[in-house]
């Protein structure tokens, strides 16, 4: 291959700039922070299973992030969420880590609270998604988004295409309660590059160890068929080896991204050894395949089918779940900052007591600064 192209490299700069770019102005900036806030307000026409939206007027995922170069080896970041869940509204912070940056041999090493960075949608904040929430593989086996406490080192391979490896641990809390110290790690790889100057993709390997699981399971995390939300952020089914595969491609005239923009993309997730019961035949996996096309700057259309098959533990044995959900959504930008997205899901369960089909009405707005988003 000829290497990076430079529209490749645009599309990831978000991760590039970590490992390559000193923060050259830190001093300057140590005082004057950046600071964005994301404003996600919603209406939802009816409850859905595995939603963490609740029916009618609420409030999404509003964040508030400070950003700013330490020095010339290191930045931080903060966010801080408030949610609203069952009626009540929570306040979580989801980042509060240390980055270095300029590292030699491509190297970026992070700190303290982060997304994790498994599968494709993960590592990213819930603003920059194309639908008003997660699949339901997601919502499902990673509680929507997974974040902890942990360090993670980051390794961009010397090749002509894109290649990231990357090692995770966490204290696991924020997955399953548990007593270990080291309660999950994890180890993914990611690459991609340009089949011309219209296209580009990327594919990612994920692996998320469980070691919470281990020993005996008190309460074998029985989950009632009406509380279908799970708790919190954890996930609400889980297993102790979580296999996550994902491929995304874009397309754009001329390598144009503004005017116009294709995305197509999917993820397969296994999870096993669900308890000490679980024999090789109880599991979770779940899917999804989305199309997103941004025909003007302005104006975006999207469609979305996942499946999820669950096991829901009674006792020593399983019971069979399964949700299928089909989004279809309609998205007007003003600009890069605002967004307003109606759309419509139906859902089609079984063993689920609220799935159901709902019209759900979304604004996301960013003030303030806004970095570049990842490929």
């Given amino acids: 291959m000829r290497g990076y192209s430079m529209r490749f490299t645009r599309l990831h700069a978000g991760v590039l700039s970590t490992l390559l770019v000193p923060f050259a102005s830190a001093q300057a900036n140590e005082m004057n922070p950046d600071i964005s806030v994301v404003l996600d307000g919603y209406y939802k026409q009816n409850a859905t299973a595995l939603s963490h939206r609740d029916e009618g007027f609420g409030l999404g995922h509003t964040e508030l992030t400070l950003s700013a170069p330490i020095d010339d080896l290191f930045a931080g970041r903060l966010t801080a969420v408030l949610e609203e869940e069952h009626g009540e509204t929570e306040l979580v912070l989801e980042d509060a880590y240390l980055q270095t940056t300029g590292m030699p041999w491509n190297l970026s090493i992070r700190g303290g609270r982060f997304l994790s960075q498994v599968g494709y949608l993960n590592s990213r904040h819930m603003h920059e998604d194309d639908f008003v929430e997660r699949p339901a593989a997601y919502r499902a086996l990673l509680g929507s988004h997974y974040f902890d406490d942990g360090l993670r080192v980051n390794l961009l391979m010397p090749t002509p295409f894109y290649w990231q490896v990357g090692v995770e641990a966490f204290n696991g809390n924020q997955l399953t309660e548990g007593d270990e110290d080291i309660g999950v790690y994890t180890i993914n790889t990611r690459f991609g590059g340009d089949i011309s100057a219209a296209q580009s993709w990327q594919a990612g390997l994920s692996y998320l160890r469980n070691r919470q699981l281990h020993g005996e399971h008190e309460d074998d995390h029985d989950h009632g068929h009406d509380d279908d ?14 296999y996550i595969a994902d491929l995304v491609w874009k397309w754009s005239p001329n390598g144009n991204i503004r005017q116009q923009q294709l995305t197509l993309s999917g993820e397969y997730l296994y999870a096993d050894e669900l308890n000490e019961h679980a024999h090789s035949s ?83 707005m960013t003030f303030g600064a806004h970095g570049t988003h990842d490929f």
């Fill in 229 to 242: 939300h799970g708790h919190g952020h954890a996930a609400a089914y889980t297993g102790e080896n979580l």
């Fill in 282 to 364: 109880d599991y979770h996996q779940g899917w999804y395949a989305s199309a997103v096309y941004r025909f003007t700057p302005q104006w975006s259309v999207g469609a979305r089918y996942g499946r999820v098959d669950l096991k829901e533990a009674h006792g020593d044995h399983f019971h069979d779940q399964q949700l299928k959900e089909t989004d279809v959504m309609l998205a007007w930008s003003r600009s890069h900052f605002s967004t307003l997205r109606l759309q419509y899901t139906h859902q089609s369960a079984h063993d689920f007591d609220d799935a159901d089909n709902t019209v759900t009405l979304q604004y996301v």
